[in-house]
């Protein structure tokens, strides 16, 4: 019989180590951002870990990098290119647990 997998089931195999910095940023998050052109957002609906959260109040995306799984999806999707994406530095970010 096969178990259902849920997302966060999957999230629950890693390890995080929080880098004191971000390694993600929005190109141009100022006034004349790309994020306030974007209607669907797709960057907070495609990442996994939940990293990027359209914050109505303030009309900007807010970037939460210490829960980012290093998968890409989101700098994939974003119809404007404008989330810089770096690698955390070494012994930082993601970490696979086995077993």
Known sequence: MKVATTVETKLGHLEWKKAPET???LKNAGADSPCLRCV???CT???PAKVYEWEEAHQKI???YENC???GA????CPYDNIA???PAGG???KYKYG
């Not at 989101?74 to 999707?77: S, T, V």
């Open 23 to 25: 390694h993600i940023t």
């Open 40 to 42: 669907d957002k797709p």
């Open 45 to 47: 609906k495609v990442c």
């Open 62 to 64: 807010v970037v939460n």
């Open 69 to 71: 799984v290093e998968c």
């Open 74 to 77: 989101a700098r994939m999707i």
């Open 85 to 87: 994406f770096d690698w």
């Open 92 to 94: 930082m970010g993601v």
